[in-house]
C-alpha cells in the first residue's frame, strides 16, 4: 500500500510540475505574439506638427494676458511677462542686440541686461539711469549717475590704465588717471598733477 501512495504523490508532483510549465510556455506564447505589435506601435513616430503665429499670448482665469510672446517689428522674437494689470515686469528679446529686462511691479526700478555691438552691461534704473556696468570697445566701466540721470561718478579701466572720475552739478570734474590729478571745469582742465 505504501508503494502505490508514493506512485499518486510522484504522479501528482508530476502533474503540477507540467502544469507551471504550461502556464509558463502559455505566457511566454502570449509575449512573444504580442512583441512584434508592441514593437509596430512603439516605432512609430509621432507626427510632427507645426504651430505658426506672429504672437502667442498667455492668458489668465479672468481673461488678461499675462504673457505674450511675439515678433518685434524689427524681426526680433520678444517674450514679456505681464502684470495683472498688463503692465510688462519682464521682457526678453533676442536677435542682434538681445536684452532681458527686469521691472518691480507697480514702481520704476528695473534691471537691464544687453549685449549690443561694441558693448554689453548691466543697468540700473528708477526714473532715470542710477548705475551702470559696462564693457565698452574691451574696456570695463562703473558709472553712477544722480536722480536726474546725470554721470557724478565713472571708473574706468581702459589700455592706459584706471580713471576716476567724479563730478558735480556745478560743472566741476576731478579725477585722477594714469597722467595724474586733475580739475576741471565744463569739460576745460584748471588744474593737474603728475
Keep these: 500500500m505504501q508503494s502505490s501512495t508514493l506512485d499518486v504523490q510522484s504522479l501528482v508532483a508530476r502533474v503540477e ?20 505589435a508592441i514593437l509596430i506601435v512603439m516605432a512609430q513616430a509621432r507626427p510632427r506638427r507645426t504651430v505658426q503665429a506672429d504672437e502667442f499670448q498667455l492668458i489668465d482665469a479672468s481673461g488678461s494676458v499675462r504673457a505674450r510672446l511675439s515678433m518685434e517689428a524689427a524681426g526680433r522674437p520678444t517674450l514679456n511677462l505681464l502684470d495683472e494689470k498688463g503692465i510688462p515686469v519682464v521682457s526678453l528679446a ?9 521691472k518691480r511691479a507697480g514702481g520704476k526700478e528695473e ?32 558709472d553712477l549717475f544722480d536722480e536726474v540721470g546725470d554721470e557724478r561718478a565713472k571708473l574706468l579701466l581702459n589700455d592706459v590704465g584706471p580713471l ?20 576741471a571745469q565744463e569739460g576745460k582742465v584748471c588744474w593737474s598733477a603728475p
Aim: hydrophobic share 40%; charged share 20%; proline share 5%.
Design 17 to 36: 510540475r507540467l502544469e507551471r510549465q504550461n502556464r509558463l510556455f502559455k505566457r511566454l506564447e502570449l509575449f512573444l505574439l504580442l512583441s512584434p
Design 94 to 102: 533676442a536677435g542682434d542686440d538681445p536684452f532681458l529686462v527686469l
Design 111 to 142: 534691471v537691464a541686461l544687453g549685449a549690443y555691438k561694441g558693448s554689453y552691461g548691466l543697468g540700473l534704473y528708477d526714473k532715470k539711469i542710477r548705475a551702470g556696468l559696462t564693457v565698452q570697445n574691451g574696456a570695463p566701466g562703473l
Design 164 to 183: 576716476l572720475e567724479l563730478s558735480n552739478r556745478g560743472g566741476f570734474t576731478s579725477g585722477a588717471g594714469p597722467a595724474g590729478f586733475f580739475l
